[in-house]
């Protein structure tokens, strides 16, 4: 059952997409929205508020198909039997018009810029999408927002937006699968950025493909929960803090790269730790901690004497109940008794710590 304060957030979507498809949208809509924390940085991106219900979770996400869980489309191994990763949640419409297509308006998670935006379905499993870029508790975050039928008309790179500001309509685009009128959602992504390097990086790792989408293609994003953080940040007694969040994420693996100077170091420099021993000696390389999901979450410099071996990437170590428990990123294998980054791990370190 809907709130009375849900309630009219839904009403107010409604009269925002009669003047979306007016064509006199404001950029900015009244500050009445209801589904924000607050005091708090984001605000849930559709007027889909369910996640805040209890049991609410099957009004909220849209699952893959009628007979599978809810689960399937919230983030992580949530596909092909926890085989495949999902990088994002998948939020229901609420509304559609009379031919059943969806109408919700999408809207700013929170302030920030638009740095991307793609009206051309047929060229990402995105289909038309928007790339925004916040500054949160001092951390660089791009959300996304997918599968939309429109834009915002006059929506353009380099404006500024304010959390709640409409930026286009709910659809079903894709060039990957046809999004069905009762799954209509909107696909949406918090993440980090790998690295500035991407183009250049993806021209020597993948000769012969196009990229249509330089640094906003989507290999080049590193997705964060966002249930994870719109629930801790929505709960009062969580004192929700980004730089926390992803400091307290769980050990995947350990990595040790001999790299002194990727993009990611000087744009996450938070996540770097204190290491005496490198601040005297000088840095040498970074031992990383990676999430399930090829998250770096913390970088550690270590100085040349903390380094054994010559190969410029080196596993350290492998947290096997995390692996177990998530396996979709195919991030380590285990080859007899020994763990190896797995090829899409070693492609990931790579892309993190490439310089041209």
């Known amino acids: 059952m809907i709130s009375k304060a849900i309630s009219r957030t ?3 979507a409604i009269f925002c997409t009669f003047l979306f498809s007016a064509g006199c949208l404001p950029a900015q809509t009244p500050d009445t929205h209801t589904n924000a924390p607050a005091g708090g940085p984001f605000r849930l991106p559709t007027a889909n508020a369910n996640i805040y219900e209890r049991g609410g979770e099957p009004k909220f996400f849209a699952p893959t198909a009628p007979d599978k869980p809810w689960t399937s489309g919230s983030f992580g191994c949530v596909r092909n039997d926890g085989w495949r990763l999902h990088e994002g949640i998948d939020i229901l419409h609420l509304q559609t018009d009379r031919r059943g297509e969806p109408t919700d308006p999408v809207m700013a998670t929170a302030d920030g810029t638009v740095v991307y935006f793609n009206t051309h379905p047929s060229l990402s499993n995105y289909g038309i999408y928007i790339v925004l870029r916040h500054n949160i508790d001092g951390l660089e975050l791009y959300s996304i927002y997918a599968h939309l039928s429109a ?10 937006v304010k959390a709640g500001d409409v930026l286009g309509t709910m659809g079903r685009t894709s060039n990957a699968e046809t999004i069905l009128k009762e799954r209509a959602h909107l696909h949406f992504e918090l993440n980090l950025l790998n ?9 020597k790792a993948s000769p012969g493909e ?3 989408h330089g640094s906003w293609n989507g290999q080049n994003l590193i997705g964060l929960d966002p249930r994870e953080i ?22 995947l693996c350990r990595v040790l790269v001999r790299a002194t100077n990727f993009p990611f170091l000087r744009r996450y420099s938070m996540l770097v730790v204190k290491n005496p021993t490198a601040e005297k000696e000088g840095v040498a390389g970074y031992e990383i901690a990676f ?4 998250l770096p979450f913390v970088l550690m410099p270590r100085a040349a004497s903390e380094i054994h071996g010559t190969a410029r990437i080196q596993l350290l170590s492998v947290n096997e ?3 177990k428990a998530n396996p979709c990123r ?3 294998v285990k080859r007899g008794s020994r763990w190896e980054l797995a090829n899409d791990g070693l492609r990931a370190v790579e892309l993190l710590t490439y310089q041209p």
Request: hydrophobic share 35%.
């Open 10 to 12: 839904v009403c107010h």
């Open 151 to 160: 834009i915002r008309p006059g929506l353009k790179t380099g404006d500024s």
């Open 195 to 203: 690295n500035d390097n991407f183009a250049a990086w993806f021209h």
């Open 210 to 212: 196009r990229n249509d």
């Open 230 to 251: 719109l629930l801790q940040e929505h709960n009062p007694a969580a004192n929700f803090n980004l730089l926390s969040f992803i400091h307290n994420q769980t050990d």
């Open 291 to 294: 999430n399930y999901n090829g």
């Open 321 to 323: 109940s995390e692996q």
């Open 330 to 332: 195919r991030f380590v």
